[in-house]
Nanobody, 115 residues
Framework: QVQLVESGGGLVQPGDSLRLSCTSSGTTLDNYGIAWFRQAPGKQRERDEISCISSDGTTYYAESVLGRFVISRDNTKDTLFLQMNSLKPDDTAVYFC???????WGQGTQVSVSS
């Protein structure tokens, strides 16, 4: 069983940065690709994948975050990161980390971008 826990969310102003973390308890993440999804306010049935990183470090970014967000992983600490720069109000959402087979999800962390 993989248990993922996100942290690092908060309320920031447009143009600010945040770094989200995703840690695992009980199981190493070395062999998992990990993705970040987000769910915007009012979209209870829609979660969008914005980035992922494979076990060998290959990365993917959605067009909406390309050039602003950077995904990385530290396998020695079983931790994934999402560095979010130049944040916009449209980035406001609950952010989830999830294994690439979509079987295991964290509880989410809220990111709010507002002036």
């Amino acid at each position: 069983q993989v248990q993922l826990v996100e942290s690092g969310g908060g309320l920031v102003q447009p143009g600010d940065s945040l770094r989200l973390s995703c840690t695992s308890s009980g199981t190493t993440l070395d062999n998992y690709g990990i993705a970040w999804f987000r769910q915007a306010p009012g979209k209870q049935r829609e979660r969008d994948e914005i980035s992922c990183i494979s076990s060998d470090g290959t990365t993917y970014y959605a067009e909406s975050v390309l050039g602003r967000f950077v995904i990385s992983r530290d396998n020695t600490k079983d931790t994934l990161f999402l560095q979010m720069n130049s944040l916009k109000p449209d980035d406001t959402a609950v952010y989830f980390c999830v294994t690439d087979n979509l079987n295991f999800w964290g509880q989410g962390t809220q990111v709010s971008v507002s002036s």
